[in-house]
């Protein structure tokens, strides 16, 4: 049987290993609708990679380009707020979310229908909006399949047992790019340093997420909210090869754990899939060839944003909107060379400690969780603003 699919987030890292799955299996799919960011040339020219049936950028000035450069093919197009929604409204048996940070919330929570299956890339939408989103997604009876590798590993992991008998849920990271470097050295590293993944080549925000960690904190308030486990029984380990992406620990000592090949198109083909699995013609993991794997715990004294994120997780309320939204904005100044590696950090402690005294319950709402978004990053805003008045000084 066919399925129908809308990307979010089409032209980026995992927007175009989606599209190779997708072309891969070109009879097992049709696209409805890809949605991109800002970039009209390369949206145009994924959606007809695809042969979807509508295209719709964020941007409202790309309006005419992306028009333009679909012109003669019978696609149709849109271009702003209203065009990204009549995407996901329109009849997709399945849509996956990867549009990067929390810019992709509403519109990943806009596609929640009935019956859909959701494949979710975009875990901002769960650290920012987690209690809101996984709510309205039980009520509507939609899916959610994660789509990060540590996730979809734990999928399949948990699924060989009770969530009772779960001791431990343990997701890896691969260190990043300053694994071996000492925390003087980092705090002189530059964006271009930073996002020289060892393993994973993505998009920019997800890139100085891995190398600070606060991708793995992210991910671990996002395993929280897919998988219904408290701060208690999910941890991290770091795994340099990349091979075992997430490990249960069962309350008898055994362990299930999820491996493969670094290489996003496995999770997706899996997020993907209708039933069974899709073949797909990758490399195989060949464990002798491989010989050893090894582990090692995280550094928090280096990579501080892990703890603040476990912080986060642990104190729960409205903690984790805060931190991801001071994260976003600390990142963007990074890669603006407007402050330096540690400031990430710092800035995301600041905000989370200012907020901390309002005790703020989880957000309800997708609303209120993003009314809470927009207060904490005006906080890091401030910050950072304060931060270049100091430097000038
Ligand atoms: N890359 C990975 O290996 C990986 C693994 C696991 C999870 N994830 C998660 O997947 C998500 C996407 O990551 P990525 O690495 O693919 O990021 P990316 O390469 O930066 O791509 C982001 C995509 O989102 C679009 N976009 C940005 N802002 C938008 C907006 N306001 N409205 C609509 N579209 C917008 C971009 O369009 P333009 O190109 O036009 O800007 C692009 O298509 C993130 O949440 C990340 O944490 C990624």
């Known amino acids: 049987m066919t399925r129908s699919l809308t990307i979010l987030g089409a032209t980026g890292s995992i927007g175009r ?23 009209a040339a390369a949206l145009a020219q994924v959606a007809q990679r695809l042969g979807a049936k509508f295209a719709a950028l964020a941007d409202e000035s790309g309006s005419e380009a992306l028009k333009q450069a679909l012109s003669g093919t019978g696609i149709e197009s849109g271009a702003g707020c209203s065009a990204v929604l009549e995407a996901v409204e329109r009849d997709a048996d399945t849509v996956l979310a990867a549009i990067s940070g929390t810019a992709g919330l509403a519109p990943t929570h806009a596609a929640l229908k009935p019956g859909r299956r959701i494949a979710l890339a975009n875990k901002e939408s769960l650290v920012c909006a987690g209690s809101a989103f996984m709510t309205d997604a039980r009520r509507l009876g939609v899916e959610i399949m994660p789509v990060d590798s540590e996730h979809n590993a734990l999928d399949h992991a948990l699924a060989a047992g009770f969530n009772r008998d779960v001791e431990k849920a343990v997701i890896t990271a691969s260190g990043g790019p300053f694994r071996t470097w000492t925390r003087e050295r980092i705090a002189k590293a530059n964006a271009k340093e930073a996002s020289a993944h060892p393993v994973w080549s993505m998009g920019s925000k997800i890139n100085i997420d891995s190398a600070t960690l606060m991708n793995k904190g992210l991910e671990l308030i996002e395993a929280h909210h897919l998988f219904d486990l408290e701060a208690e029984r999910l941890d991290v380990l770091v795994h340099p090869e990349a091979i075992v992406h997430g490990l249960v620990q069962w309350n008898d000592g055994a362990i299930t754990a999820g491996l493969a090949l670094p290489d996003m198109k496995v999770p997706i083909a899996n997020a993907l899939r209708d039933q069974g699995r899709l073949t797909m013609d990758l490399p195989r993991l060949d464990l ?20 603040l994120a476990k912080a986060a997780l642990k104190a729960g309320g409205a903690m984790p909107t805060v931190l991801n939204a001071a994260n976003e904005i600390a990142v963007e100044a990074y890669m603006a060379d407007q402050i330096k590696f540690y400031d990430i950090s710092e800035v995301v402690e600041i905000v989370c400690s200012t907020f901390s005294r309002r005790s703020i319950s989880a957000p309800a709402t997708v609303a209120d969780a993003l009314g809470i978004d927009q207060e904490a990053r005006q906080a890091a805003q401030q910050l950072i603003r304060d931060y270049a008045e100091t430097t000038r000084l």
Not at 292 to 303: A, I, K, Q, V, Y
């Open 288 to 307: 002798a060839a491989i010989g050893r794997l090894s582990f090692e715990r995280p550094d928090e004294g280096r990579f501080p944003c892990l703890s």
């Open 17 to 39: 290993s989606t599209a190779d799955v997708v072309l891969a299996h070109r009879d097992e799919f049709r696209v409805e609708a890809v949605v991109g960011g800002r970039n």
